[in-house]
């Protein structure tokens, strides 16, 4: 690929980003279910009130998902089969990516044991 298609892909990367509001997310996880929806909508929903509290992020529920928002945001999906988590983190933490991500992944195993 040349410069031309290069910078061409870059922008319209950019474009689409900005202005479509596309966004890619920092953080992806998927779990498998292994309760039914309810039953982990309520775990998680005790999740995200430990999480509102210690990292002041508003979590909001309607149905089967949670969204958030504050120093970062996301969704938090339940179906009957799984469990998807998507997190956009703002610009001050994004240098501890990997701590959030480890963290995300303990309240999901304490939520879910």
């Known amino acids: 690929m040349g410069l031309l298609e290069s910078l061409s892909s870059i922008t319209m990367n950019f474009i689409t980003t900005s202005f479509l509001g596309v966004h890619v997310a920092d953080i992806e996880i998927s779990r498998a279910n292994p309760y039914s929806k309810e039953e982990t909508i309520t775990r998680l929903q005790d999740m995200t009130q430990k999480m509102e509290d210690r990292l002041k992020l508003k979590v909001a529920w309607s149905g089967d998902q949670g969204q958030f928002s504050g120093p970062a945001k996301g969704a938090i999906r339940v179906s009957e089969s799984s469990i998807d988590i998507e997190v956009k983190l703002g610009l001050a933490v ?10 995300i992944e303990k309240g999901l195993d304490k939520a879910l044991s």
Request: charged content about 40%; cysteine-free.
């Open 94 to 103: 994004k240098l501890i990516k990997g701590k959030i991500a480890e963290g």
